[in-house]
């Protein structure tokens, strides 16, 4: 699983580099419609695990507007390695996404992922499309079976509470989560306050805690394949 040490050790690790891209990103959003869904810290986060993972293929779905997106490619950059393979059934993301990010790394898919070629055992997954049970169910049945030991998963909107609704994505992904065994981590601060709060408190030591946009929705998690 994700161990918040770990998060802690690359926010450190990477700063510097962080920095830069929070910096692009900002200026990004004044200039380009991406509509952000991430907040900074589940951003920051994906960004960081890409960093340190050095995934080859890196697989989102749901790139809406581009934000995530761009979040992405600024990590494979910053790796000087690694693609990106993106799906939503709107085409909006590949008018906004800069040229100078995509070039060389990013392929993107317009359609349902469903009935697409998705790249085999990505090294990091990010889950932000339909947000339905039977959604859930298609890529939990179908995706997470395929992914390799090692490899990280993030799914948007799980904690808008304390705890997913009964009948709902985030539901689906625990109980796949929990028939495994396998951990998670979340800085909702629904969810996991101190989680939040500690690394809230690591980015204003880091001088990161200047908002990139100002929306606060948390409700993503985080986990590593075992």
Known sequence: MFLVEEIVQWYREYAADLRRARDEQRELRDRRDLRPRLDDLEAEIAYLTVRALRPAVVVELGASHGWS?????RALRDNGAGELHSFDRGVHAP?????ELSAGRWHFAAGDVRAAVVPDAPGFLLVDAAHTVSFARWYTRTLFPALRPGA??????VYHGRRPWPRSEGAVVLSWLRGRGV???TASRAADPDTRDRLLGLKHKLHLSAPVHDRTRDPMLFFRVP
Request: proline residues 5%; glycine residues 6%; neutral net charge.
């Open 183 to 185: 951990g998670h981590l």
């Open 152 to 157: 990280a998963v993030a799914v948007h909107d």
């Open 69 to 73: 997106t761009t979040w992405l490619l």
């Open 95 to 99: 008018r906004v996404v800069p040229a």
